[in-house]
């Protein structure tokens, strides 16, 4: 773990050096069988995407074991016994999603933080997802919320319907426990946003045709104004088609935010882009494996996934 200043590294640069192996006699085939798989939304990729998950389920379920495993999950998943583990800390208050028989779907809830610790937490319920989900017709999964110091009143609820990787993002008033009405709101997309500060978001989601890499997921980044239409947003960071995912990530320094943008060039290396005191965001100049774990004092904590 090393660590790095953020306003020192938008002005330095690191040399990167990329060796390729040579490769000789190397035969490339005409046509590829499988091409049609990068078709990751076209018909025949998801029916055969059903196809093997058929085969797995069948597999699965004939096995003599199964249904007494399963069985014996889940009632570890609804027991009450189970520790109600913090989500986050928020201040003076402890956040949780709590799941059991009774709500499958969860109660994400809040406790005075000295109420959790003496090991009596006195939880207040911020939202039912099953009964959210079966009040606006939707099969809700929880996708978690991010919510902006250092009131912590305001948070961006994050909802899947039916659990896929995409979601819906919503503004939510902690203390009038409910979404805010004519606040922030994202439609269902492959997304990621998270706060500059009360009236900015930092977005990465669809923003509409050729706006996605090939991976089917973000590839453009955007400050986005409360009071202006989605469509105003101002891009930040564009990335090529071929890159995995643009996302958006808020760290924060003490009093301060460092909004941040991580570009996957592959499934396993990643770009980062700081925001700087100019409002512009400018590249960090790490290792292709190097991941940003935290901000302390204006420095980056930096894990190597490798030598670099």
């Keep these: 773990v090393q660590t790095c200043a953020l306003p020192i590294f938008m002005n330095r640069f690191l040399p990167l050096v990329l060796l ?10 005409a046509t590829d069988p499988y091409l049609w798989l990068e078709d990751i939304e076209g018909p025949r990729a998801l ?22 495993d399963r069985m014996r999950a889940k ?15 928020i201040g003076d208050r402890v956040l949780n999603l709590w799941r059991d028989a009774k709500n499958p779907r969860g109660l994400w809830r809040v406790s005075p933080l ?21 009040r606006e017709g939707k099969s809700w999964v929880w996708h978690g919320a991010r919510c902006l110091e250092p009131s912590y009143t305001r948070c961006l609820v994050s909802l899947s319907p039916g659990g896929t990787d995409a ?16 606040g922030f709101a994202l439609p269902d997309a492959q997304q990621s946003a998270d706060w500059v500060d009360a009236d900015t978001l930092l977005v990465a989601t669809d923003w509409g045709p ?17 009071g202006t ?24 320094d003490a009093a301060k935010r460092w909004p941040v943008v991580r570009v996957g060039t592959s499934f396993f290396q990643s770009d980062y882009w700081v925001r700087g005191a100019d409002g512009r965001f400018a590249k960090l100049p ?22 670099a």
């Excluded at 009596?120 to 997802?129: G, N």
Aim: glycine share 6%; net charge negative.
């Design 210 to 226: 050729g706006s996605m890499a090939r991976s089917g997921r973000p590839r453009i980044a955007k400050l986005w104004k409360r």
């Design 20 to 29: 390729a192996p040579l490769l000789v006699g190397a035969a490339t085939p």
């Design 167 to 182: 979601d819906t993002v919503r503004e939510f008033d902690v203390a009038a426990r409910e979404f805010v009405h004519g």
């Design 229 to 252: 239409p989605l469509s105003a947003a101002t891009t930040v960071v564009e990335a090529p088609e071929s890159v995995t995912s643009v996302g958006t990530i808020g760290f924060v």
């Design 47 to 68: 029916d055969q995407v059903k196809a093997w998950n058929a085969e797995t389920d069948a597999l699965l379920t004939k096995d003599p074991h199964y249904e007494a």
């Design 75 to 89: 009632a570890i998943l609804d027991d009450e016994a189970q520790i109600a583990d913090p989500d986050a800390v």
């Design 114 to 134: 000295d109420a959790y610790v003496a090991g009596k937490p006195q939880w207040t319920t911020l939202i039912d997802v099953d009964a959210l989900g079966k």
């Design 286 to 307: 790490l290792p292709p494996q190097a991941d940003i774990a935290d901000v302390i004092d204006g420095r980056a904590i930096v894990r190597f996934n490798k030598a």
